[in-house]
T-cell receptor, first 112, second 114 residues
Framework: GNSVTQMEGPVTLSEEAFLTINCTYTATGYPSLFWYVQYPGEGLQLLLKATKADDKGSNKGFEATYRKETTSFHLEKGSVQVSDSAVYFC???????????FGSGTKLNVKP | EPEVTQTPSHQVTQMGQEVILRCVPI?????FYWYRQILGQKVEFLVSFYNNEISEKSEIFDDQFSVERPDGSNFTLKIRSTKLEDSAMYFCASSEAKAGAEQYFGPGTRLTVT
């Protein structure tokens, strides 16, 4: 089947620390991969995406590389800020289907 | 920047009552979706809608649920007889194209069934 697995949260970091949130997937086809972010009280916002193997998505200092060999799409940021505190969702979408499969979300708390 | 809007932001209803959740997708988008997120759980797909008909639905989307695009701008989700377990955040989304395109999400409607 199709599914996304994310690391359990919450993740608590100090400002300027390095962030990694792990995401792995299983897919019956060839997926596009996404990271969405949900700030407190808000909806889901697209953070970055990658549509084929070895693509790197990047936005606002966040990066994730589509690794087909390890079926992973880990989210990284070199130096987190307090304003990055949010819930991060990994998701996949298949070419022939128009729905997203979401991971369970990882809450990030960044302390000053 | 265009955005998906949803109303109301919070709806409280009694078990057995009908509710209608409203969404205004981005104007040039053709595909529309509803997802829900029960507190502390995954965001789950409910239904997708294209060309005035359902294109895909999940097991959750049973006969109690229906969707409609009553005019050129609104997209609604109706729950005919709400149950306690329908309490969740409901997100509307829209996208321009189908194949692997990003979906743009609204801020959500928190539905509380008492």
């Amino acid at each position: 089947g199709n599914s996304v697995t994310q690391m359990e949260g919450p993740v608590t970091l100090s400002e300027e620390a390095f962030l990694t949130i792990n995401c792995t997937y299983t897919a019956t086809g060839y997926p596009s991969l996404f990271w969405y972010v949900q700030y407190p009280g808000e909806g889901l916002q697209l953070l970055l995406k990658a549509t084929k193997a070895d693509d790197k998505g990047s936005n606002k200092g966040f990066e994730a590389t589509y690794r087909k060999e390890t079926t992973s799409f880990h989210l990284e940021k070199g130096s987190v800020q307090v304003s990055d505190s949010a819930v991060y969702f990994c998701a996949l979408s298949l070419y022939n289907f128009n729905k997203f499969y979401f991971g369970s979300g990882t809450k990030l708390n960044v302390k000053p | 920047e265009p955005e998906v809007t949803q109303t109301p932001s919070h709806q409280v209803t009694q078990m057995g009552q009908e509710v209608i959740l409203r969404c205004v997708p981005i104007s040039n988008h053709l595909y529309f979706y509803w997802y829900r997120q029960i507190l502390g759980q995954k965001v789950e797909f409910l239904v997708s809608f294209y060309n005035n008909e359902i294109s895909e639905k999940s097991e959750i989307f049973d006969d109690q649920f229906s969707v409609e695009r009553p005019d050129g701008s609104n997209f609604t989700l109706k729950i005919r007889s709400t149950k306690l377990e329908d309490s969740a955040m409901y997100f509307c989304a829209s996208s321009e194209a189908k194949a692997g395109a990003e979906q743009y999400f609204g801020p959500g409607t928190r539905l509380t069934v008492t």
